[in-house]
């Protein structure tokens, strides 16, 4: 899911059903899963440091946001979740409190929104939004979540009231949802004149140069390589998952596996990018194991978090050649979050099972908004062409 500029400057709760797969089982006790490097940067330390000062202040609210804001900043830039649990920690003293500050609230919808629980966010962000209707970061995070449940409307509203904030802050914001609304031609042009006349700071300016990517990406433009390159530059010596991941799935796409191991292998330990490498591994010939991966999407379901639908399709329609359990969790994942990534899985795993009617959701996704996305046409197609030869 696309990130916010955080925060402004960095960017379902469901019901967990038992997934029709038994459970990986490593061979041994013996067997490692997942290793985790502990952070001794210079910048976890300072991070380390606030959240001690807010521990030893509980319901100073100063201390809880500066330390719950570095922390989902590293978090972001490790790609290392465990900072959004101590995040979240500072902020339970204002759980049953009869008043939530707005920076708290904020922070809260920021860290539900990193872990799918969109309506919880939601409504943190709607009582933000309703006492203060201009503030910023409420307005972008409420218009990604918008536009990651295809709410283009809403999302564009929500931009819209962005303009006082900046050019570059506010046609970013748009372009997305224009251009899965049948405007992915004019939503680049604007975003690229965007860019070249209003500076906006060095988050903003990843996230419009990321966001420019994917639309060339969709309509598959000659100039989609250097864009993402484009960004890729921006980005510096600073680390950006979802940039990578998408630039990854871009090379994936045109058979360039050998750039994504030079890509990914940074972020190794996070799910997204482990799936990636073995995808490519795999485009490459080279024999792969998907248990570990299995085993660590298990615990997570396991121990009660939100599954990792989109996660778990892949698994199982990529790296463990399991159309039937892929559909299902694709399906599964696509009434979370319906991004162009989600629509493409579903088609895919529904081409694998043979099950044309599966991606019926998809194909009235986009015939009622107008989606341009040469990826999502070309799987339509090959699915209509399967559904006409059953006939």
């Known amino acids: 899911m696309l990130r916010t500029p955080c925060l402004l400057a960095g960017l379902l709760s469901a019901t967990v059903h038992a997934a029709p797969y038994e459970p990986y089982v490593p061979a041994t006790g013996e067997q490692v899963l997942l290793r985790v490097a502990p952070d001794d940067s210079e910048a976890a330390s300072r991070v380390r440091a606030l959240r001690e000062a807010a521990r030893a202040a509980p319901g100073d609210v100063d201390a809880a946001v500066r330390f719950a804001h570095a922390a989902i900043e590293r978090a972001r830039a490790t790609a290392d979740p ?24 904020v922070l809260r919808a920021t860290i539900a929104q990193h872990r799918h629980r969109f309506e919880q966010a939601l409504a943190e962000l709607d009582a933000v939004i309703a006492e203060q209707p201009g503030h910023p970061q409420a307005r972008v995070t409420r218009a990604v979540i918008h536009s990651v449940q295809a709410r283009y409307q809403q999302a564009l509203r929500d931009c819209a009231a962005l303009l006082r904030v900046g050019e570059l802050l506010t046609t970013t914001c748009m372009a997305t949802p224009r251009s899965l609304s049948g405007e992915a031609e004019a939503a680049l042009a604007q975003l690229d004149r965007a860019l070249a006349r209003a500076p906006g700071d060095a988050g903003t300016r990843l996230w419009a140069l990321t966001v420019a990517a994917e639309i060339a990406d969709r309509l598959n433009r000659d100039d989609a390589d250097a864009r993402y390159q484009r960004a890729l530059a921006a980005e510096g010596a600073g680390r950006n998952l979802y940039l990578k991941l998408a630039y990854a799935d871009f090379l994936l796409h045109n058979d360039r596996p050998d750039e994504v191991a030079e890509l990914l292998p940074p972020y190794g330990d996070t799910t997204e990018a482990q799936i990636r490498i073995l995808r490519a591994r795999a485009q490459q010939g080279e024999p792969v194991d998907p248990g570990p991966l299995r085993a660590r999407l298990d615990t997570i379901r396991t121990r009660g978090s939100e599954p990792h639908y989109r996660e778990e399709a892949m698994t199982a329609l990529h790296l463990e050649q399991r159309p039937a359990e892929a559909l299902w969790l694709a399906r599964e994942n696509w009434r979370q979050q319906r991004e162009p990534l989600d629509a493409l899985l579903l088609l895919q795993a529904a081409l694998s099972a043979d099950d044309p009617s599966a991606a019926a959701p998809v194909r009235r996704w986009m015939r009622d908004n107008g989606v341009q996305d040469h990826r999502l ?15």
């Open 377 to 391: 046409q070309a799987l339509r197609e090959q699915l209509a062409d399967t559904e006409e030869a059953s006939l």
């Open 82 to 105: 465990r900072w959004y649990g101590q995040a979240e920690s500072v902020l339970v003293h204002w759980e049953d409190a009869p008043s939530t500050p707005v920076a708290i609230r």
